[in-house]
């Protein structure tokens, strides 16, 4: 049998990396020591970094502020073909990604981890993804992502690695890894550095437990529309008393959800 060759991809400072199986044919994907690194399990290594190679988080994946390194399911595979799904057991439509298949890629992945580094399953039955999620997962050394096709996964591999499984809404995609991609990138931001300025993580939506205010630029006024007269005064703490009152208005209206939680909070604060 031919062994699989380890393809690579290089991205700024070497911070991006693909591997393969087996562990003996893999070249050690350069490593920034320290480093907050994604590793993605997938069956479409070439779908990353895709828009996490853009903008700022692109800028930062160059700059080694994070890392991200792709692990290819498929040559785990089974026999000359390399199958990595079966017949769902007890029958059914669809297929499921095999125990096995799975068992060898992750702890292939986790083989040199570190530290506080969760492994998560993106699937539409976790716990939707929010934003204290993310600032619990950007204060990790790392996080391992494993991206389901088909009709999932078998669960005996949830339950032996202790999975957690993170949703990205109530709704079924055709697989994890734009899921995983939204998870990086609302992770990878909160990281010190990447955004460049700590206090946009600080103001805006749900870090307070509100929604974020609305926002205007230039010109001041467009098609009959001005900006409110508060934020042209130059008077700050009207501004902020504005931007306050804006933020409970539009969470009450959009999110009562959020709204009665950050009252209990309040609540509790006064007691």
Known sequence: ????????????????????????????????????????????????????????????????????????????????????????????????????VLGDAIETAQADTRGNWPL????????????????NLARCDGMT?????????DERVLEHYNIQEVSLGDFVMTGGELAAQALIDATVRLIPG???????????????????????????EWKGRKIPDVLMSGHHGNVEKWRQQMSEEITAKRRPDLWDAYQQREDQDET
């Open 145 to 153: 992502l494993l991206c389901g096709r088909f009709e999932g996964v």
């Open 120 to 135: 998560i399953y993106l699937s539409p039955r976790g716990r939707r993804m929010d934003q204290k999620m993310m600032q």
């Open 194 to 220: 990447v955004l460049g300025n700590q206090a946009s993580t600080e103001e805006e939506s749900f870090s307070s437990g509100l929604l974020e205010h609305p926002q205007y630029t230039r010109p001041a």
């Open 1 to 100: 049998m031919s062994k699989p060759t380890k393809s690579h991809k290089s991205h700024g400072r070497l911070s991006i990396g693909a591997t393969l199986k087996p562990r003996e044919l893999m070249t050690d994907t350069p490593d920034l020591a320290g480093v907050w690194k994604a590793k993605i399990l997938t069956l479409f290594p070439g779908a990353f970094p895709g828009v996490l190679g853009e903008s700022l988080t692109g800028k930062a994946l160059q700059q080694g502020l994070w890392q991200l390194e792709t692990i290819d399911l498929r040559p785990f595979g089974i026999g000359k073909h390399k199958n990595v799904d079966d017949t769902p057991a007890g029958g059914g439509a669809g297929m499921v990604l095999r125990a096995d």
